[in-house]
């Protein structure tokens, strides 16, 4: 199973807006409504951000959202802050019980 | 999303076996899928492979790079998962982060802190 294609790196000011793609194919991100996206910080664990292609576990801010269109999925931080910086994966369930990540994006706030 | 805490990493030598064990409170341990992503230095995060629930039958899947390699069990009565890991490759080095999947298995709801793995001769 290959990897989903994320950009390496975007980057905004504060209170911008950024958006990151997550590219896969018809046998996972276009298959399957099991899309979760995970931020990680510098030297801690991963940490859902969201679940089902568009949901917000409580907890997480409301300037994360997300959509899917086929076999591609979208991450938006709206009002970029100072914290979000960080490194954000993609995960899609793919074909005989297996999920796959992205190559990650590193987001910078400048 | 609940405390997960794993244990058992160290440096091992190529062709070596190491063994990670991982456990969760505040959950019914037993309702719940758990796997293993790990992350290269540097590197992105990758899907290991997971144990099912027991009312998913308790089976188990495993990427193509490890299958036939690493095996993962589950004691439910004491609330661990274990990551066996044989004939270990340079390739294998890493952080181990345990993961606990929701009641729906599709999405990760719990990580551990991760541990590390270090492969070398």
């Known amino acids: 199973q290959s990897a989903l294609t994320q950009p390496r790196s975007v980057s905004g000011s504060p209170g911008q807006s950024v958006t990151i793609s997550c590219t896969g194919s018809?046998?996972?991100?276009?298959?399957?409504?099991?899309v979760s996206w995970y931020q990680q910080h510098p030297g801690e664990a991963p940490k859902l951000l969201i679940y089902d292609v568009t949901k917000r576990p409580s907890g997480v801010p409301a300037r994360f959202s997300a959509s899917k269109s086929g076999n591609t999925a979208s991450l938006t931080i709206s009002g970029l802050q100072a914290e979000d910086e960080a490194d954000y994966y993609c995960c899609s369930y793919a074909d005989n019980y297996s999920w796959v990540f992205g190559g990650g994006t590193k987001v910078a706030v400048l | 999303e609940v405390p997960v805490v794993e244990s058992g990493g160290g440096l091992v030598q190529p062709g070596r076996s190491l063994r990670l064990s991982c456990t969760a409170s505040g959950l019914v341990f037993s309702d719940h899928s758990v796997g293993w992503v790990r992350q290269a230095p540097g590197k992105g995060l990758e899907w290991v492979g997971f144990?099912?629930?027991?009312?998913?039958?308790?089976?188990?899947a495993y990427a193509a790079s490890v299958k036939g390699r690493f095996t993962i069990s589950r004691d439910d009565s004491k609330s661990f998962a274990h990551l066996q890991m044989n004939s270990l490759k340079t390739e294998d080095t890493g952080t181990y982060f345990c993961?606990?999947?929701?009641?729906?298995?599709?999405?990760?709801?719990?990580w551990g802190q991760g541990s590390l793995v270090a492969v070398s001769s």
């Open positions: 993961i606990i999947y929701d009641y729906g298995e599709d999405y990760f709801d719990s």
């Open positions: 144990i099912r629930s027991r009312p998913y039958g308790g089976t188990t």
């Open positions: 018809g046998s996972d991100v276009g298959a399957y409504n099991w």
